[in-house]
């Protein structure tokens, strides 16, 4: 197979489909990465400008968040009428990650004093 990753249509072509269970599958995500912030609100929403995210260097991690049923649905939903795969991963990860759950919090007012 030839080419850059970013140049198939289907970058998960790239990758061999492991006879893996879901559970296997997603024990494959760091646990850095919490799927349950993954929503369609979210992944529609601004990504911030600092959040350095490169597709090819993500896609077994990428596949393996994919045995989540909701992101797999969201996947279906989203791409590629509203996203394009690079930007739906990008979102994802975003989500998933602390940096959304930072960002959030640096956006929110202060609480009032007591």
Same mark, same amino acid.
């Given at each position: 197979?030839?080419?850059?990753?970013?140049?198939?249509?289907?970058?998960?072509?790239?990758?061999?489909?492991?006879?893996?269970?879901?559970?296997?599958?997603?024990?494959? !995500? @760091?646990?850095? =990465?919490?799927?349950?912030?993954?929503? #369609? *609100?979210?992944?529609?929403?601004?990504?911030?400008?600092?959040?350095?995210?490169?597709?090819?260097?993500?896609?077994?991690?990428?596949?393996?968040?994919?045995?989540?049923?909701?992101?797999?649905?969201?996947?279906?939903?989203? !791409? @590629?009428?509203? =996203?394009?795969?690079?930007?739906?991963? #990008? *979102?994802?990860?975003?989500?998933?990650?602390?940096?959304?759950?930072?960002?959030?919090?640096?956006?929110?007012?202060?609480?009032?004093?007591?």
């Amino acid at each position: 197979m030839g080419g850059a990753l970013s140049d198939l249509s289907d970058p998960f072509e790239a990758l061999e489909e492991p006879a893996i269970s879901p559970e296997a599958a997603l024990a494959r !995500v @760091p646990p850095g =990465l919490d799927l349950r912030r993954i929503s #369609r *609100a979210v992944l529609l929403g601004p990504v911030a400008d600092t959040f350095s995210f490169v597709l090819d260097q993500h896609l077994e991690v990428a596949k393996a968040m994919l045995a989540d049923p909701n992101v797999a649905q969201l996947r279906y939903e989203l !791409v @590629p009428t509203r =996203l394009t795969e690079a930007q739906f991963w #990008r *979102a994802c990860f975003y989500a998933a990650s602390s940096c959304s759950v930072d960002a959030a919090a640096a956006s929110m007012p202060p609480p009032p004093p007591p």
